[in-house]
């Protein structure tokens, strides 16, 4: 089984900043994709930044305010986000598709239980 937990969500005022963080671990012997999504209410579920060994890509309502980064050592992956807007509130999301074990290719898609960014003056 593999856990996936979020930390670093809060309030914060337009303009702000904020950095996500989110850990994966258990039974995981690769990691291929690690992916922020959010979820305003009322709204489906968006991606937001997804990052893989070589490629990194953004929604268009992110791109020059937030960066995704990942340490592999450690089976993280980060979002630092940049001159916030109140449209980016929401839960925040960890994505990761992880191959459990050596023996086999099959990934597996896990999530994390989600942190609310609010973004409010």
């Known amino acids: 089984q593999v856990q996936l937990v979020e930390s670093g969500g809060g309030l914060v005022q337009p303009g702000g900043s904020l950095r996500l963080a989110c850990a994966a671990s258990g039974s995981i012997f690769s990691i291929s994709t690690m992916a922020w999504y959010r979820q305003a209410p009322g709204k489906q579920r968006e991606l937001v930044a997804r990052?893989?060994?070589?490629?990194?890509n953004y929604a268009d309502s992110v791109k020059g305010r937030f960066t995704v980064s990942r340490d592999n050592a450690k089976n993280m992956v980060y979002l630092q986000m940049n001159y916030l807007k109140p449209e980016d509130t929401a839960v925040y999301y960890c994505n990761a598709v992880v191959q459990i074990s050596s023996s086999s290719y099959n990934r597996y898609n896990y999530w994390g239980q989600g942190t609310q960014v609010t973004v409010s003056s």
């Open positions: 990052i893989t060994s070589s490629i990194t």
